[in-house]
C-alpha cells in the first residue's frame, strides 16, 4: 500500500514539473514590471507570473497563521479539559467501588 502511494505522488510531481516546463516555454515574452515608485527590470511573463503565485501563497499562509494558532490553543485547551474529566471520572469510578465494599 504504501508503495501505491509513493507511485501516485510520483506521478503527481512528473505532471505538475512538466506543466511548469511548458508553461515556462510558452511564456517567453519579456516584460517589465512598472510598481508605480520602482521600474523592474524586464523579465519573462512566466517568471512574473509565477513570482506572483508565490507571493500570493506566502501572503495567504501569513493570513492564516493567526487562525491556526488559535485553533491549536483551542484544541489544547480542549484536550486538557477532556483529561482533567477523565481523571475525575476515573476517581468516581474507584471511589463508587470502594463504597460498596
Known amino acids: 500500500m504504501r508503495w501505491i502511494k509513493g507511485l501516485i505522488l510520483a506521478v503527481i510531481l512528473l505532471v505538475v514539473l512538466l506543466v511548469g516546463i511548458l508553461f515556462a516555454v510558452n511564456n517567453q515574452q519579456t ?4 510598481l508605480i515608485w520602482i521600474e523592474l527590470p524586464p523579465v519573462s511573463l512566466s517568471v512574473w507570473l ?3 503565485l508565490a507571493s500570493g501563497v506566502i501572503v495567504g499562509m501569513l493570513a492564516m497563521l493567526g487562525v491556526y494558532t488559535r485553533l ?3 484544541l ?3 484536550q486538557r479539559h477532556s483529561k482533567q474529566q477523565q481523571k475525575e471520572l476515573d476517581r468516581l469510578r ?3 467501588l470502594k463504597e460498596l465494599t
Open 72 to 74: 491549536k490553543a483551542r
Open 94 to 96: 474507584t471511589q463508587e
Open 76 to 78: 489544547a485547551r480542549a
Open 50 to 52: 509565477l513570482a506572483s
Open 31 to 34: 516584460i517589465g514590471l512598472n
